[in-house]
């Protein structure tokens, strides 16, 4: 995505959406997600947090009451607006063969454009995944 960045967008925000969970194991779907923000950011790929809005409201609200000193106080008007909108899923297929648990768990990636919906890039990783599964199969 980096690169998709960097070569096609070159420009504009990106929001991140959390990833969905459709498997049968827990994962932690917020490490995941960190993850690939921190390497997004080194590439300086630029998010906005649109979820912080509220509270920086409330911030800039407060610097125009006068209780805070003009150097610091927040300006209007500066808020980035996302262009495009990264969400995911994680998905598996299961299977049992002679005692074993067979998943193929598949992470993808969607990259939206917030003005015409459309998905501008995806990408998909799969993993393997066996474990024993005691009296099946035998």
């Known amino acids: ?27 932690d779907t917020k490490i995941l997600s960190n993850e ?23 911030e800039i609200g407060f610097g125009k009451t006068g209780m805070v000193s003009p150097e610091t106080r927040l ?29 193929y768990i598949t992470v993808t990636l969607f990259l939206i454009s917030l003005e015409t919906n459309q998905i501008v890039w995806s990408e998909q990783s799969n993993f393997l995944k066996t474990s024993r599964v005691e009296g099946y199969g035998l």
């Open 75 to 103: 300006a209007i008007g500066k808020f980035k607006s996302p262009s495009h909108r990264i969400k995911g899923e994680i998905n598996e297929v299961v299977n049992f063969e002679t005692g074993k648990k067979i998943q």
């Open 1 to 27: 995505l980096g690169e998709y960045y960097q070569s096609e967008l070159k420009q504009g925000y990106l929001e991140w959406k959390s990833i969905q969970n459709s498997t049968s194991e827990h994962i």
């Open 36 to 58: 690939i923000l921190t390497q997004l950011t080194k590439k300086k790929v630029p998010f906005v947090d649109t979820g912080e809005r509220e509270e920086s409201v409330k």
